[in-house]
């Protein structure tokens, strides 16, 4: 009965999504069952458990804010959860869909649904922080298990999840790789972006696509400097800062004011 | 039915269903006067944003559609572009695909039978209840999972929109030792998809046949995965790029996705239909251990799609260690690209069933128009035709509850993966 009451009650809500930063945990095998003895899984619904209404200790919200239904549950989210954790791109900055904000969302609605006024969904697909507090952002398209293995380890300890804001060439450096950029001329979004993943598109290759969003002091300028002096196009460019974060900042305006830029 | 009632039952969240679906029941005076199953996974315009993209940012972009899926939308991307360009990428390029199709085919039907499918059969919520009684499936369950995931890996560095596959063929090259090691692993597995086989064939199912139209892939020397002709349980045989001339997709009100029919007809994709159409295709020790089975086929009870999707994870392992034993290091691992105009179509089969794209591209090799229809908007039909059926087959006199559950067990047999329904017409004209 006490170790019940200690055991911290989580809750998993998706929002608009593709489910992938849920099945990081579903993914975790053993580690999975593992956590389930740990905490309380209150709702998860991809995993069969519903409870969507009660209170819990800790919530993470996977996907973005896309209806107006989806504006109101997120309100009541909040209310019922003492500690609020977005996974992944769609929740942390708006997700890939978000690229509709950038668009004429009205046109674009209008283009492809004969009676738009009928449709139930907004012109834009928004990160969760925009609508309620959020205390703790898990970035990346997919997040990985360890990262919330990890926040649920500081919960149970009572310490604050430690935020991985470093560059992701900081981890090429770690793990002594070659630079894609300066050795074969691929344009690579490491030094704006985030670590988390471990360097994947490096180790096999190719450059980074920004997929767990801007680090720290990100210098989009400068990037786009560099990719010019590759031999980018404006437009190119402008698409690698416009895409699975492209509504997170400074990806967002920089990469906005090139688009702008080309289309003059 | 003697009974004369009235219930309607409103199923508000269906649990264990990756993405948001709801089923909405009626009955009245005994029969079942309504069936919906309502998808309300809000729209996310993927054909409209692939619009204008490069050719190589697109495979990253599609896997984003399904998160549980995302190989299956790279390939069907990758080889609907290819064509257009006029690209071969050659064997050792063919084969790397299939491997990392393997892999997703043993992660999605391996979560799908011990996760989602299998608490409904013994009764439990959810597997973390079912773990405390069966911990040995369960365990092996997410070890069969986990080895599809590594297999992805070892192509694509996660499994979870992972970064290997390119148009032209791939990033990298897996190293021998690599291969090894990973070879060794799935050898030693093969005794527990063996067992996962058998124990999924001694689960007690409802046995009821329906009559329905299977639709899948069919390859002349293989099990179908990433090429074929298009063929249906009821003659159909065509190439992939007369699909939409046989294909109809058609707005249903109470649902944000397309339904698609077959000349008019629903029809199912899938597991149960790849195999009641191209188990000739399987290996002798795929064979053999059908034919032990206590299940005849084809089998039309939609029930036994677990039962399918356990010996596709057995097949899928024993295509990964054919190929991996055979496994060298190329000359190179892509062929470049030199965009063209036209059009181009592919369709692969994903977890879920024959997954169909078609993409306009211009010169440089952007994406003037796009179409992507996924297996579940195609099974959607099918599914509210076996509910119909299936319900009145277990009898409408059981509590709501009992409906309920049973509803949803018929429902979650399909592994909707709701996610995937890329385009979707929300007109409720009910509403108003």
Redesign the interface.
């Known amino acids: 009965m006490a170790e019940t009451q200690t055991k911290p009650r989580v809750a998993v809500h998706k929002f608009s999504s593709c489910d992938g930063c849920q099945l990081a945990l579903l993914n975790l095998g053993e580690a999975l069952l593992d956590l389930t003895e740990r905490v309380e899984l209150i709702h998860f619904a991809e995993a069969g458990l519903l409870g969507a209404e009660e209170q819990v200790d800790i919530a993470f919200i996977e996907g973005s804010v896309t209806t107006p239904g989806e504006a109101k549950r997120i309100l009541n989210i909040r209310q019922q959860s003492k500690v609020l954790i977005t996974i992944g791109a769609c929740a942390t900055s708006g997700g890939i869909q978000a690229l509709r904000n950038q668009a004429d969302g009205a046109a674009w609605m209008a283009e492809i649904y004969p009676s738009p006024q009928f449709i139930d969904t907004l012109a834009t697909s928004t990160a969760i922080a925009e609508h309620v507090r959020v205390d703790f952002e898990i970035w990346g398209c997919p997040i990985n298990g360890q990262q919330i293995i990890d926040v649920v380890k500081a919960a149970l300890f009572g310490v604050a999840p430690l935020a991985q804001h470093d560059k992701l060439c900081l981890d090429c450096k770690r793990q002594g790789r070659v630079c894609v950029m300066v050795t074969q001329g691929e344009p690579c979004m490491g030094p704006v972006t985030n670590t988390g993943c471990g360097s994947l598109c490096p180790s096999v290759g190719r450059g980074c696509f920004a997929c767990y969003g801007p680090a720290e002091n990100a210098n989009a300028t400068g990037l786009v400097n560099r990719f010019q002096g590759l031999g980018l196009v404006k437009q190119e460019i402008a698409q690698r800062l416009l895409f699975i974060n492209n509504n997170a900042e400074p990806f967002a305006s920089v990469g906005q004011a090139l688009k702008d830029s080309c289309d003059d | 039915m003697t009974e004369s009632r009235e219930v309607s039952i409103r199923v508000p969240?269906?649990?264990?269903?990756?993405?948001?679906g709801a089923l909405d029941l009626s009955i009245s005076d005994g029969e079942l006067t309504n069936v919906q199953l309502r998808i309300y996974?809000?729209?996310?315009?993927?054909e409209?944003?692939l619009q204008g993209?490069?050719f190589d940012?697109v495979p990253?972009?599609v896997a984003?559609?399904?998160?549980?899926c995302?190989v299956a939308y790279q390939m069907s991307a990758v080889h609907a572009m290819e064509s257009v360009f006029a690209c071969q990428p050659g064997p050792w390029v063919r084969e790397m695909r299939r491997l990392i199709y393997c892999g997703e085919w043993i992660?999605s039907h391996a979560?799908h039978i011990h996760?989602?499918a299998a608490?409904d059969f013994f009764g439990?919520?959810?597997?973390?209840e079912m773990?405390k009684d069966y911990p040995m499936e369960?365990?092996r369950g997410?070890?069969l999972?986990?080895l599809g995931?590594e297999l992805i890996r070892i192509l694509g560095?996660?499994?979870?929109?992972p970064?290997?596959a390119?148009v032209g063929g791939?990033?990298?090259a897996p190293s021998k030792s690599a291969v090894a090691e990973l070879l060794q692993k799935i050898k030693q597995a093969l005794p527990e998809a063996e067992a996962l086989v058998r124990w999924v064939a001694t689960l007690d199912v409802p046995q009821h046949e329906q009559q329905f139209h299977c639709v899948a892939l069919r390859h002349e020397h293989e099990y179908p995965i990433n090429e074929g002709r298009l063929v249906s349980s009821s003659g159909l045989d065509i190439d992939v790029s007369e699909f939409q001339h046989h294909f109809k997709e058609q707005q249903v009100p109470h649902s944000t996705a397309f339904h698609c029919h077959l000349n008019g007809e629903p029809y199912l994709v899938g597991p149960l239909a790849r195999v009641n159409l191209n188990r000739d295709k399987f290996p002798e020790v795929v064979k053999n251990l059908i034919d032990e089975l206590p299940v005849k086929w084809p089998s039309f009870n939609t029930f036994h799609s677990a039962l399918a999707r356990a010996i596709e994870v057995f097949y899928a392992l024993h295509e990964a260690v054919r190929i991996l034993s055979a496994y060298q290091m190329p000359d190179q691992t892509r062929q470049s690209i030199t965009p063209q105009a036209g059009v181009g179509y592919a369709c692969t089969e994903a977890p879920r069933g024959i997954l169909w794209h078609r993409y306009e591209m211009d010169q440089q090799g952007e994406v003037v128009n796009a179409i992507i229809v996924p297996p579940t908007s195609q099974n959607q039909a099918r599914i509210e035709a076996d509910l119909r059926q299936s319900l009145q087959d277990f009898g409408l006199h059981n509590d709501d509850d009992a409906l309920r559950q049973h509803a949803e067990m018929v429902v979650r047999n399909y592994d909707p993966?709701i996610?995937?329904s890329t385009?979707f017409?929300?007109?409720?004209?009910d509403?108003?």
């Open positions: 969240v269906l649990a264990r269903v990756e993405g948001e996974e809000p729209p996310r315009l993927f409209k944003f993209r490069r940012e990253d972009m984003r559609i399904c998160g549980i995302p992660e979560l996760l989602l608490p439990y919520r959810s597997v973390t773990a369960v365990r997410l070890k999972q986990g995931n560095a996660r499994s979870v929109h970064v290997g390119a791939f990033y990298h993966c996610s995937c385009h017409l929300i007109l409720n004209v509403r108003c």
